[in-house]
C-alpha cells in the first residue's frame, strides 16, 4: 500500500510541477528504502538485496519480484511475521477478558497453558483461535489441525 500510495502521489506531483515531483521523491527516498528493506526481510532475505537495484533495470526488476513474492509464514531469522504479529495483537486487543472461566468443559490453550472454556474460539487470556478436543485452527489460514501438530499441513506455518 505504501508504494502504491506513494507512486498516486508521485504521478499527481509530476503532472502538477517538475520541482514538486522532486521534493516529493526526495522525501521518500528513505522511508521508501526502509519499506523494501522490511519487505525483503518479510520474504527471509537479506536487505543489503536493496543495493541490487544499482544495477540499471535488471536490479530494479529482481528487486521488485522478490518484493511481491509471499512472505514467510510465522517467523524467519529476521523475526516474526508483521502480518502474524499483527494478527496475534488484534484478536488479543478483541478477545482479551478478566474473566476466568469456570466449568469442567474446559482445555488448556497451546499458547499461554491457561484453561479456557472448551467452546470458546478464541483463548480470552492470549487470543489465540482454539477448537477444542485436541483441535486448534491455524492463524495464518484457518484451517482446523490436531493440537500435537508441529506445522499446519495446508499453508505449512510452524505452529
Not at 48 to 53: A, C, D, G, S
Request: proline fraction near 3%.
Amino acid at each position: 500500500m505504501f508504494t502504491l500510495i506513494t507512486v498516486i502521489i508521485s504521478l499527481i506531483s509530476n503532472s502538477i510541477n517538475e520541482g514538486l515531483f522532486v521534493i516529493y521523491n526526495l522525501g521518500v527516498a528513505l522511508p521508501s528504502l526502509g519499506v523494501t528493506v522490511r519487505r525483503l526481510h518479510d520474504t527471509n532475505r537479506s536487505g543489503w538485496l536493496v543495493l541490487l537495484e544499482l544495477i540499471p533495470i535488471i536490479g530494479l526488476i529482481i528487486v521488485m519480484i522478490f518484493c511481491a513474492q509471499k512472505g514467510t509464514s510465522g517467523e524467519n531469522k529476521y523475526g516474526e511475521s508483521p502480518r502474524t504479529s499483527f494478527e496475534k495483537t488484534a484478536v488479543q486487543n478483541s478477545f482479551k477478558s478478566d474473566d476466568q472461566t469456570s466449568g469442567n468443559n474446559q482445555i488448556k490453550c497451546k499458547e499461554c497453558g491457561n484453561l479456557i472454556n472448551a467452546d470458546s474460539e478464541y483463548c480470552s487470556y492470549c487470543g489465540e483461535k482454539v477448537i477444542g478436543n485436541g483441535k486448534i485452527k491455524c492463524i495464518d489460514c484457518g484451517t482446523v489441525i490436531d493440537e500435537e501438530s508441529k506445522y499446519c499441513p495446508e499453508c505449512g506455518m510452524e505452529i
